[in-house]
């Protein structure tokens, strides 16, 4: 086995260390703009939810060598974003909008996608993604004791995008994978598709089971309340 320090390892080596483990990871396909009104569109698999009270996401990008992506550029000047689901009928778009292109470059029109307003923020939509969130900046933190940094930033959803054809509102998880089709990211260029998937049966630890949260407090209750001696007869 493999074993080491992360102070032991180039910062380089430990990234691909952790996108080969990590995986697979969804990805967040965040469009942004700038305070000049400048469109921008990317793709970032530090990703996920992180919460349902506020609904919130968390995606981290990380600095390119020259300072900050355009993306968090754009978020801390326009604290509002837009994050995608990406599927996989429109992976192939996505992919275009990784390029290192300049912050005048409008990757929707590179990409051949329809911007369209957002509901709720000031930053354009994916018209072709079945789901997307508007978010509002809800936390911004900068990670790294040395260049390149990573940001991690945590942003509330205010307004949900779904499209009709992947629900099914009778259903216990309303959102049909099979319908929605996402994708994840796995090391390197490759990625995975979510349409070979299995059902674990999570356990159910009854209330009288010894085990259980409402025993287990009773327990540490009862050991915790105090002892009072018996009167002597």
């Known amino acids: 086995m493999v074993e080491f320090h992360s102070k032991d390892k180039k910062t380089r080596d430990m990234y691909k260390y952790l996108i080969g483990c990590v995986v697979p990871r969804p990805i967040a396909w965040v469009s942004t703009r700038s305070a000049a009104g400048e469109a921008n569109l990317a793709p970032f698999s530090f990703f996920n939810g992180v919460g349902a009270n506020p609904p919130a996401l968390a995606f981290s990008p990380n600095d390119r060598a020259d300072g900050m992506k355009d993306t968090c550029r754009n978020i801390l000047e326009h604290p ?26 409008d990757e929707f029109v590179e990409a051949g996608l329809t911007a369209v307003p957002g509901t709720a923020v000031d930053v354009p939509r994916v018209k072709e993604a079945l789901v997307a969130f508007e978010c509002k900046l809800y936390q911004h933190i900068r990670m790294g004791e040395h260049p390149p940094h990573n940001n991690h930033i945590i942003g509330e959803i205010v307004y949900w995008h779904i499209d009709d054809s992947i629900l099914d509102e009778s259903a216990r ?3 049909r994978p099979e319908l929605l089709q996402a994708v994840g990211r796995m090391g390197g260029i490759e990625y995975a598709r979510t349409t070979d998937r299995f059902e674990i049966v999570r356990p159910v630890i009854e209330a009288g089971d010894p085990r259980s949260i409402p025993a287990r407090k009773s327990a540490q209750e009862a050991a915790a309340a105090p002892k009072i001696p018996a009167s002597g007869g």
């Open 80 to 105: 509002e974003f837009i994050v995608h689901v990406v599927s996989e009928p429109i992976s192939a778009q996505m992919n275009v909008t990784c390029g290192d292109y300049g912050a005048d470059i």
């Open 173 to 175: 998880n309303p959102v």
